[in-house]
C-alpha cells in the first residue's frame, strides 16, 4: 500500500467528483490550447496574406539629400542622388539574426533612358521576386527574358508602346514582352528589366540603387529587423514602412491581448471548479483522513494524498485537454478563416506547457483543500462521526 | 514508574459559563502487558480519557507518559509518529477505509513505513491469519459480516506490532458469539505481551482483563 495507491483508489471509488474535476481541468486546458493555437495560426495566416502587401523594408543608398516629391509627384528641378549600393554587399542581409523571416530580396537599380525621345526611368528588377514584393503585379504578355523589358501602363500608352514592340538602346534592340496593368503606383511611369540587362544599359555593372525586404516579424518588432540590416549594411539607410508593418502589428498584438484576456477568466473558472470539489471531496472524507491521522499518517501524508489526486486528474486533464484543444482548433479554424489549407501542427511545446498548466491549475486549486485536510484534528473527525 | 503514567489529567471543553469538565484531575499508571478495562456510564469520560491516551486530545492541564515519553510536549507531527510506532487502535463502528480491499486497511499503518511492497503484504497477511480472516484479503469491507470487520479493525491495529492496543466499545455492535470471539483475540494478543485498554460498557467483556478501572463524572472511582 502506498499513498499513491491510496489516492488512485479514491479516485476510482469517487467518479463523479473525479469526472468534475477532469471535466472542469479540461475544459480549461482545451480552450487555453485553443485559443493559443488559434492565436497562433491566425497570426501565421494573417501573415501570409500581409506578405502579398508586398515590402516593408526599404535599403537606400545613405544620402544627405532631402527628396522633394510627395505621392509621386515630383517637384520640377530635382534630381536624384545617384548613390548606389554595391550588389554584392546585399548578401549580408542573409546573415543578420533573424534572416528566417526575410521572405524576399529585391535588389532595385534605377536610371534614365531616352526611348522615342522621351525620358523614362528604367528600373531593373529581379523578377524571381516580384510576386512577393510585387504581388499586384499583373503582366500582360509575359516576363522579359535578358533582351526585353515590361512598360508600366501610362509609360507604354505615352510611348505608344505595346507588347512584341522593340525598341533600340545603345545600338541594341529589345522586346516589349509585356505591359504591366495599371497599378494606381509610379510602377504605372516605369520601365521595368532584368536587373542584369538594365545594370548593362545603364553601365551600372554590380551596383544597384536600393533594394526592397519583405520581411514577416511575427516573432521580432520590424525595428529591430531594421537595426539588424542597418548593421550589416553599414553604407546604407534601412527604412521600414511603418504604416503597413504597425498596422499589422498592433492587429496581431490587440488580438493576442483579448485572448489572454479570455484565456485567465477561462483558467480562472477551471481552478475554482477544482477548488470546490476538492473541498467539498475532502469534507466527505472526514472520517477516512480521521482513520489515517489516528494511525499516525503525518499531516504531509495526508496533504500528499490530496495533491496526488489533484496530480492524476491534472495530467490527465493536461493530455486530453491538449488533443481536444487542438482538434477544436482545427474545427473553429475552418469556421473562422476563409483559409481552410493553414496547417496547425502538433506543438510539442505546447502540449507540454498544457500539462504544466494543468498540474499548475490542478496543485495550486487544492492547495487549500489539503490544508483543510492537514489541519483535521483526528479526534474531532472521528467523534464528529 | 509505570509505562503509561498519567498525571492529575484535566479536561475541559468550552469557556466561562459554557465550560464543561470532562476529566477532572486524573492519575493512574499502567504496567507494560496490562489489560485493563475502563468502565463507566454514558458521558463518564472515558471516552476522552481514551482520546487522550491515544494522543489525539490533549489535555487541559496534567502530564500523559508512555515509556518516559511526555506526549503532549511532543509537536503534532512527532505525535502522529508516536501513535504509529505505539499504539494500536480499534474503533467502536470499525472505521474501515471502504474502497480499499481487507489487506489494504491493515496495510494502511505500514504505508508510511519504508518496507518492501511485497513485506507489506504478507504482515498484513500474517496479521489477517492470526485474526482468523485468511482467504478474505481481497475483499471490501462491504463484502464481510460486522465480526469479520472487526476482526479487520483488530488486524489493522496489531499489524505493526504496537506494545500498546487502545479498544473503544469494539463489541458494542457484535452479537455475543463474536463479541466472544473477538475478546478472547485481545487475551491473545495480550498474553503475547501486549498492552491492552479497553473501554466497554459489558461486564461480561470486562471480565477479561485483569484490572478494570470505573470512570465517573470525569473522575476514577475504582
Not at chain 1, 511603418?242 to 498596422?247: E, P, R
Not at chain 2, 470487520?149 to 455475543?176: M, S, Y
Request: proline content about 3%.
Amino acid at each position: 500500500m502506498t499513498l499513491k495507491e491510496i489516492a488512485f483508489r479514491n479516485l476510482l471509488r469517487r467518479k463523479g467528483k473525479a469526472g468534475f474535476v477532469l471535466a472542469g481541468l479540461i475544459i480549461g486546458v482545451s480552450t487555453a490550447v485553443a485559443i493559443i493555437s488559434f492565436v497562433e495560426a491566425m497570426t501565421n495566416d494573417i501573415n501570409h496574406k500581409l506578405e502579398k502587401y508586398g515590402a516593408n523594408i526599404l535599403i537606400l543608398p545613405k544620402t544627405e539629400a532631402l527628396t522633394l516629391s510627395y505621392g509621386g509627384l515630383s517637384l520640377g528641378g530635382v534630381s536624384f542622388d545617384m548613390r548606389e549600393l554595391q550588389e554584392t554587399e546585399l548578401s549580408r542581409v542573409n546573415s543578420i539574426r533573424n534572416s528566417k523571416n526575410i521572405a524576399a530580396i529585391g535588389p532595385l537599380v534605377l536610371g534614365v533612358l531616352n526611348i522615342n525621345s522621351r525620358k523614362i526611368l528604367l528600373a531593373g528588377v529581379d523578377f524571381s521576386v516580384s510576386n512577393i514584393l510585387k504581388p499586384w503585379w499583373q503582366v500582360e504578355g509575359s516576363i522579359p527574358d535578358d533582351n526585353g523589358m515590361v512598360l508600366g501602363s501610362e509609360a507604354a500608352r505615352i510611348l505608344g508602346l505595346m507588347p512584341g514592340k522593340k525598341v533600340t538602346l545603345n545600338g541594341r534592340n529589345y522586346n516589349i514582352s509585356g505591359v504591366l496593368r495599371p497599378t494606381g503606383s509610379q510602377d504605372d511611369q516605369l520601365a521595368f528589366a532584368r536587373i542584369k540587362t538594365a545594370q548593362a544599359i545603364l553601365q551600372k555593372e554590380g551596383r544597384v540603387s536600393m533594394a526592397e525586404v519583405a520581411a514577416l516579424c511575427k516573432d521580432c518588432p520590424i525595428e529591430e529587423m531594421v537595426k539588424q540590416i542597418s548593421e550589416a549594411l553599414p553604407g546604407a539607410k534601412v527604412m521600414a514602412i511603418q504604416q503597413v508593418v504597425k498596422g499589422r502589428m498592433e492587429a496581431l498584438a490587440q488580438f493576442k491581448k483579448f485572448s489572454i484576456g479570455i484565456l485567465m477568466v477561462v483558467l480562472l473558472v477551471g481552478g475554482l471548479v477544482v477548488l470546490v470539489t476538492m473541498s467539498s471531496s475532502v469534507r466527505e472524507r472526514t472520517e477516512e483522513i480521521g482513520i489515517l491521522r489516528a494511525i499516525g499518517f503525518r499531516k504531509r501524508h495526508v496533504i500528499k494524498i490530496v495533491f496526488l489526486e489533484a496530480g492524476i486528474l491534472s495530467s490527465l486533464a493536461g493530455i486530453t485537454g491538449y488533443f481536444l484543444g487542438w482538434g477544436v482548433t482545427h474545427v473553429a479554424f475552418r469556421f473562422f478563416s476563409e483559409n481552410e489549407s493553414v496547417h496547425i501542427p502538433f506543438n510539442p511545446e505546447l502540449a507540454g506547457i498544457a500539462f504544466l498548466i494543468a498540474n499548475f491549475i490542478g496543485i495550486a486549486s487544492s492547495a487549500y483543500p489539503a490544508s483543510m485536510a492537514a489541519r483535521l484534528d483526528p479526534n474531532d473527525a472521528l467523534r464528529a462521526l | 514508574m509505570s509505562y503509561i503514567e498519567a498525571e492529575n489529567l484535566i479536561k475541559t471543553y468550552g469557556r466561562g459559563e459554557a465550560e464543561v469538565s470532562a476529566i477532572r484531575g486524573v492519575s493512574f499508571g499502567i504496567e507494560s502487558g496490562e489489560f485493563v478495562s475502563m468502565m463507566g456510564e454514558s458521558g463518564a469520560g472515558k471516552s476522552t480519557l481514551l482520546s487522550i491516551m491515544g494522543a489525539m486530545n490533549a489535555p487541559t492541564t496534567g502530564s500523559y507518559k508512555v515509556d518516559d515519553i511526555d506526549i503532549y510536549n511532543l509537536n503534532p507531527e512527532q505525535q502522529a509518529d508516536f501513535r504509529r510506532e505505539f499504539l494500536g487502535f480499534v474503533f467502536q463502528s470499525f472505521h474501515l477505509v471502504p474502497y480499499l480491499t481487507v489487506a489494504e486497511n491493515v496495510m494502511l499503518p505500514l504505508t508510511t513505513i519504508k518496507m518492501r511492497k511485497k513485506q507489506k503484504r504478507s504482515t498484513a497477511e500474517k496479521a489477517l491469519m492470526w485474526v482468523g480472516l485468511s482467504g478474505k484479503e481481497d475483499r471490501l469491507p462491504s463484502q464481510i459480516s460486522g465480526g469479520e470487520k472487526e476482526r479487520v479493525a483488530v488486524a489493522r491495529a496489531i499489524v505493526n506490532e504496537p506494545p500498546v492496543l487502545l479498544a473503544d466499545e469494539i463489541t458494542g455492535n457484535l452479537d455475543t458469539k463474536t463479541s466472544t470471539e473477538i475478546m478472547e483475540l485481545l487475551q491473545g494478543l495480550n498474553q503475547k505481551g501486549m498492552t491492552i485498554i479497553m473501554v466497554t460498557h459489558s461486564p461480561d467483556c470486562a471480565k477479561y482483563a485483569r484490572r478494570m478501572m470505573r470512570v465517573s463524572d470525569g473522575r476514577l472511582v475504582q
